[in-house]
């Protein structure tokens, strides 16, 4: 039950973090949890459950949450 809680109360987010930033990615670690990581050519791809005050201040590494495209990053994407 505890769980099921802790999934409702989180989001599934999919994160790159730079090589540089390994600061960021200890962070992740400490406020989430960590379900899956891939160590790709500009950094490490993880898959994490964060909670929404988590993934407000690591926007700028987040690609999806719960499967979707954040907002902020969307509008981004429309400037290019």
Do not use: C, N
């Not at 989430?32 to 791809?45: D, I, K």
């Not at 929404?52 to 700028?60: I, Q, R, W, Y």
Request: net charge negative; aromatic share 4%; proline share 4%.
């Amino acid at each position: 039950m505890i769980g099921d809680r802790v999934r409702l109360m989180t989001a599934l987010a999919e994160l790159m973090i730079p090589w540089d930033r390994g600061d960021v990615l200890a962070s992740v670690h400490r406020e989430g949890q960590v379900l899956s990581e891939r160590a790709e050519e500009h950094g490490m791809r993880l898959k994490a459950r964060l909670e929404p005050a988590s993934l407000g201040h690591l926007h700028e590494y987040v690609l999806t949450v719960d499967g979707e495209v954040p907002s902020q990053q969307r509008h981004e994407e429309d400037e290019w």
